[in-house]
C-alpha cells in the first residue's frame, strides 16, 4: 500500500480501480486494499467473483463482475489501477499479456505485483526449491504434500517476462522495481502512467 500510494498518489477525487478483487475474505492478506484504502467512495473493486457479502461490508465501493477478458470499461475510464499478486493468476502468456493490457487501458496510471519466478520460496506454497523444477512436476509435488490448492492455474513470471508484458502494451512510461529479501528480489512492482 505504501508503494501504491507513494507511486500512484491518488488523490480523494480521482477514481481509483482495483483489479482481482476476492469474493470472499479468507485470509488476512486478501482484500487488503479495499480494507485499506481511504477513499471508498471513489473506488471501483473489479472480480470474476461474485462479491455479494463484499458489498454489504463495504457499501461505498462499486463492485464489478466480469469474465476474466476484457474489463467492461471504456479507455482511460479511471485515474488510477492497482492490482496486487493476480497477473500470476490469469493463465498462460496471452492471457497475462492481455490482463495488463487492460489495465494499462483502462486507467491513466497504475501499479500492480507479482511474485518473482526465481525467489527460492514459492510464496504461495511456501515451499522452497521445488519450484524450479518443470512446472507439472512441481504441481504433482504440491498434491501430494496437500499444498496444491493455492498454486492452480499460476504462471510465475521473472522479471524479463514482466517487462515484456508491459512493453507489449506500449505503455508511455513505466518502472519495475524490486522488493527485496537478503538482498534477493521477493516480488515485482510495476509503475506505470501516460
Known sequence: ?????????PNADESVLDV???GMEGYQAA????????HPEKLTALSIEECGGLRTKY??????????????????????????????HVGNAD????FVSEMIRVA????????????????????PLLHYLPWPVFLFVCRLVHRGENIRGVR?????????L???????????????????AVTYSVYWSE
Open 1 to 9: 500500500m505504501r508503494d501504491f500510494l507513494n507511486l500512484c498518489r
Open 20 to 22: 482481482g478483487v476476492l
Open 31 to 38: 482484500n487488503f486494499f479495499l480494507r485499506a484504502y481511504p
Open 59 to 88: 457499501p461505498l465501493v462499486r463492485f464489478v463482475t466480469y469474465d476474466g477478458r476484457r474489463f467492461p470499461f471504456p479507455d482511460k475510464s479511471f485515474d488510477v489501477c492497482h492490482s496486487n499478486a493476480v497477473v500470476e
Open 95 to 98: 492471457q497475462q499479456r492481455l
Open 108 to 127: 491513466r496510471r497504475g501499479f500492480f505485483t507479482t511474485p518473482n519466478r526465481w525467489f527460492p520460496v514459492e510464496l504461495h506454497t511456501k515451499i
Open 156 to 164: 510465475l513470471l521473472g522479471r524479463r517476462q514482466l517487462k515484456s
Open 166 to 184: 508491459v512493453e507489449a502494451a506500449h505503455v508511455t512510461k513505466f518502472s519495475l522495481s524490486e522488493n527485496r529479501l537478503l538482498g534477493l
